[in-house]
C-alpha cells in the first residue's frame, strides 16, 4: 500500500457509488461536487458515444510509470479477492451464471490504451486488456430493454451504475491485465472495469457481481 486514504476519500467513493444509482434516474438530479463531475463525465461520453467515434489511443510507449499511477481503494488495505472468487452476472439476463478469470480469457481479448481520468484532477495512462462488456452481455443473453447495469466490488460494498450505452461501448472492457501483465492487487485484480468513456471513480475495481 503506497498511501494513507484519510476518511473523507473513503466518503467521497461511497458517496460515488450512491450517485452511480441516482443517474438512471432523470427526475433525481445530482447536487454538490459528485453531481459536478457526473454531469461533466456525461458531457463528455455524450461525444464519444457518437456511432463509430472511438476515444484515441495513446502513442505506443506513452505509459504512466507503474509506481506513479494511484492505486486507489477504500478498505483499509488492499482488498484480496476470496478463494472462491468468481463473478456474477444475473438481473436482466436470459442465462445467468459466473465467470471465472480462466473463463474470461478464454473469450476474444480486447487491449486499451487511452488516457484514464480521475474526478480528483490527475491523468494517466496505461495498457489495458480484458474482455468487452458487450461480448458478455451476448454471452448472458442481456435484456435490451435494461436501461442499467449495476457493477458491485468487494473492496468495502463500493459500488456503480452504468447506462447501458456506456457499458455496450467497444471501449468498454472487464479487464483482467495491465501493461501486459495480470492485473495487480491494487489496482483491482483480479477484474475490474475499464473504459474510454467513464471518469475513474466510475471504474469499479475488485468487481465482484454484474446486474
Known sequence: MRRTRPLSRRRLLLGAGAAGLAACDSSNPHAGFLGAMERFNLRVQSGLLRPGLLAPTEPEGSFTPEEAFPDYFISPTVP???????????????????????????M???DLRVRHHCVEGWSAVASWHGVQLRELASIVGADPRAPCLEFRSF?????????????????????????????????????????????GYKMVKYLTEVN
Open 108 to 110: 476474444p481479448r480486447t
Open 155 to 199: 473492496d468495502s460494498g463500493y459500488w456503480s451504475t452504468w447506462d447501458r450505452e456506456s457499458a455496450l461501448h467497444p471501449q468498454s472492457i472487464l479487464a483482467y491485465g495491465m501493461n501486459g501483465e495480470p492485473l495487480l492487487p491494487g489496482h483491482g485484480a483480479p477484474l475490474r472495469l475499464y473504459a474510454a468513456v467513464k471518469l
Open 80 to 106: 484480496l479477492p476470496p478463494p472462491d472468487w468468481a463473478l456474477e452476472v444475473g438481473g436482466m439476463v436470459a442465462r445467468p451464471r459466473t465467470f471465472t478469470v480462466e473463463d474470461l480469457t478464454r
